[in-house]
């Protein structure tokens, strides 16, 4: 029998309570924290103490007598869990083990050990990793008997990734490929073949991967009454954090197990809903007052992290979002700087102006530990990684690998380096074995026998050399000589070559491979850019190898030993949770960020418009916004206009710099000790001008 709970009991006005609530929180936290219950949206801006909110209401709910096995906190990773408990259990001064806290999948892991029967499975079954998914995926594929090669059909990665949307986003797997990934439409039912192999599979053989985890979860609520009914009775509170970020599934879930009591507090920010690509449902939050009419709604808006003009700049750009909860985060600091907007010629010049403003800040006493670099899309970074490597000055990529060791990028340039130097083992490899039907062990056969003619190039496109390729590759390899042939032609034109390389049949190797292949094409693009500027094919592999040969060395060493100082490089989305004291935000250009793919579509603009907000509010103490007023590409330069989320807001928002043209930094390490003294000149006109040309770096 579930207990009896009478909930009001425990709020007695009269009780004693070990921690002094209205001295430690404040006056918009206050109440949320010592809520008698009931639906509860509360909406966390940025900086907000969300998580002190959070902390402080498990350690009330515990001194008001709520038993532990009766709260629910579910979260999205398993740090935020263990910080909000055990900074509980600090306040209240014992552990509070009993308490139902932790993501969603762990949860749900928890649910289904104990009823898996009533959904088809053994309790012991099995959760495969991101690997092991994939080579039961690869089964499921050789048992259809599908031709992946003469199809291209996708790898498992990008199988999984459709399969794991279509299950958060409650959608049949047809829709899924319609609307993301167009690319595969032609080979709908043969996915939809191994979706159904793949779960067959996995039922068979009692095993379950992690969007199973939430699934079944669901289904055992969905199906099984008296087990919801149980549940609901037993959690008398459930707490729900980062809510903007649930999918489908979750939000199901969630108020299933607060159907009984509803007592349910979800807390998020409209504002930071950023991850529909990862099945995220914004409507979840939008839509909570609906789903309860008598919930309340609290707002946290005294933002403890950034400048009065930082915030100012944030509320302006939200504002303007065409669907959110009314909110105007408040500043409690001290006036700072405006964000200052620069506009500098090229991408190169943004890289120079960020490298230099990096030392100057760091001469007047800051870690580049409390500086970051946010952007859009990782290839946004190449110029800016380039020229940080050049100057020495050490950083930390969290958007990926550094450019030049991403996968496509090093075949793309093994293309180039076997043109350059037929003898080169490795590039030849590397290029043959991106070849249908060609294995390591064809790789080998082939280059042994060209590299027996003194000119390899020659012996590539020899009928000869066929004798060494296996019947099935015979068409893959053609299509390759013929594309050789074609580079061959533009070995003076290493941009041209590029062009080439990514409009051949490695596109379509692109995207059977990677399910994020457009980003990875937007790569090539930027690389093949990047190369305009080299007379030939030499200079440019000579230029990459300089750069991507030198390390770059840590500046200095604080903290514990082995703590190094590094600034950060990283997509906005992967930096949603952190704060520094100094962000430059690049590339804000219409059609860059916002990207041109979400031109035109609605929902998809206005997460754009969440996306700079959750930019800026990133930044304590200075926000540099950047953009470049000529961008070179295949087809030659084009003028870029600044974001609409620049050109939407006040300009006396912003401070304007103006950065002179500067010269390139030599391709040598720099010491720290070679920097000199930055000069920023002051303006009649009220504008600030930093002259690169002004900086003596190279001694």
């Not at 425990?10 to 109440?31: C, G, M, S, V, W």
């Not at 504002?271 to 914004?282: C, L, P, T, V």
């Not at 059977?512 to 930027?526: F, G, K, S, T």
Request: with cysteine; net charge negative; aromatic share 10%.
């Amino acid at each position: 029998m579930p207990r009896k709970y009478v909930l009001q009991s425990h709020f007695n006005a009269d009780q004693k309570f070990r921690i002094d609530y209205e001295k430690e929180l404040t006056e918009e936290q206050l109440p949320v924290v010592t809520s008698k219950g009931g639906p509860m949206l509360v909406i966390a801006g940025a900086g907000s103490g969300k998580t002190r909110t959070v902390t402080y209401r498990v350690a009330f709910l515990v001194e008001s007598g709520v038993p532990l096995d009766s709260i629910l906190l579910v979260t999205f990773t398993n740090k935020a869990a263990k910080e909000m408990v055990s900074r509980a259990e600090l306040l209240l001064g014992h552990d509070i083990k009993g308490l139902w806290g932790g993501t969603f999948h762990h949860i749900a892991n928890r649910f289904l050990r104990r009823h898996a029967k009533l959904i088809g499975f053994n309790p012991n079954y099995n959760i495969l990793d991101r690997a092991d998914s994939k080579d039961l995926v690869g089964a499921c594929v050789g048992e259809a008997n599908i031709d992946v090669k003469a199809k291209k059909f996708p790898k498992a990665d990008a199988l999984l990734s459709i399969f794991g949307l279509a299950i958060n986003t409650g959608r049949a797997v047809a829709d899924v490929i319609a609307y993301n990934y167009a690319q595969f439409e032609p080979l709908t039912l043969d996915i939809e073949k191994i979706h159904e192999l793949y779960q067959a599979r996995k039922k068979r053989n009692n095993l379950m991967d992690f969007d199973d985890l939430l699934f079944y979860w669901w289904r055992l609520l969905s199906e099984n009454d008296e087990v919801a009914q149980n549940y609901s009775r037993k959690f008398l509170h459930v707490m729900v954090d980062e809510y903007q970020d649930t999918n489908y599934l979750q939000a199901r879930i969630v108020n299933i197990l607060a159907s009984h009591h509803k007592n349910i507090m979800v807390v998020g920010d409209d504002s930071q809903s950023i991850y529909s690509f990862r099945g995220a449902h914004f409507k979840n939050i939008i839509n909570f007052p609906s789903v309860y009419p008598d919930a309340k709604i609290y707002k946290l808006q005294i933002n403890h992290r950034s400048t009065p003009e930082i915030l100012d700049l944030a509320n302006e750009t939200i504002n303007q979002a065409k669907e959110r909860f009314d909110k105007t985060l408040l500043a409690n600091r001290q006036t700072g700087d405006k964000p200052a907007l620069i506009s500098v010629s090229t991408v190169y010049e943004q890289a120079a102006f960020i490298a230099q403003r990096m030392l100057e800040l760091r001469e007047e006493g800051l870690s580049l530990n409390e500086m970051a670099v946010l952007y859009r899309s990782h290839y946004q970074s190449m110029e800016i990684q380039m020229e940080l490597t050049k100057r020495g000055i050490p950083f930390e990529v969290r958007s990926g690998i550094r450019f030049f060791e991403e996968a496509h990028i090093k075949d793309v340039l093994a293309y180039l380096k076997i043109l350059h130097n037929p003898y080169d083992e490795v590039s030849w490899s590397r290029v043959l074995k991106l070849l249908d039907r060609v294995g390591p062990a064809t790789a080998e056969k082939i280059f042994q026998y060209i590299i027996k003619n003194a000119k390899p190039l020659e012996e590539i496109f020899s009928d000869g050399v066929l004798t060494v390729v296996p019947q099935g590759a015979e068409s893959a390899f053609k299509s390759f000589q013929a594309l050789l042939r074609q580079l061959k032609e533009l070995e003076d034109k290493p941009a041209e070559m590029i062009k080439v390389i990514a409009a051949s049949e490695y596109a379509e190797y692109l995207k059977a491979q990677y399910p994020n292949y457009r980003d990875r094409l937007e790569d090539l693009e930027q690389l093949g850019t990047y190369s305009i500027q080299f007379k030939n094919l030499e200079e440019l592999l000579s230029s990459l190898a300089l750069v991507s040969g030198l390390e770059s060395e840590t500046i200095a060493s604080g903290g514990e030993p082995g703590d190094k100082e590094a600034c950060v490089l990283s997509t906005v989305h992967q930096a949603k949770g952190l704060e520094w004291e100094v962000v430059f935000v690049v590339w804000l250009a219409d059609g860059r960020f916002p990207s041109y793919l979400s031109f035109g579509k609605d929902e998809e603009m206005e997460e754009e418009r969440r996306l700079f907000y959750v930019a800026v509010t990133r930044a304590k103490d200075q926000l540099y916004l950047s953009y470049p007023l000529v961008y070179s590409g295949y087809e030659g330069q084009v003028l870029m206009k600044p974001s609409r989320y620049i050109e939407d807001v006040p300009d006396n928002l912003f401070e304007h710099w103006e950065v002179e043209e500067a010269r390139p930094a030599e391709e040598v390490e720099i010491d720290i000790s070679d920097y000199h003294e930055s000069k920023v000149k002051s303006r009649d006109d009220g504008f600030e001008a930093v002259s690169l040309n002004d900086l003596d770096f190279m001694k």
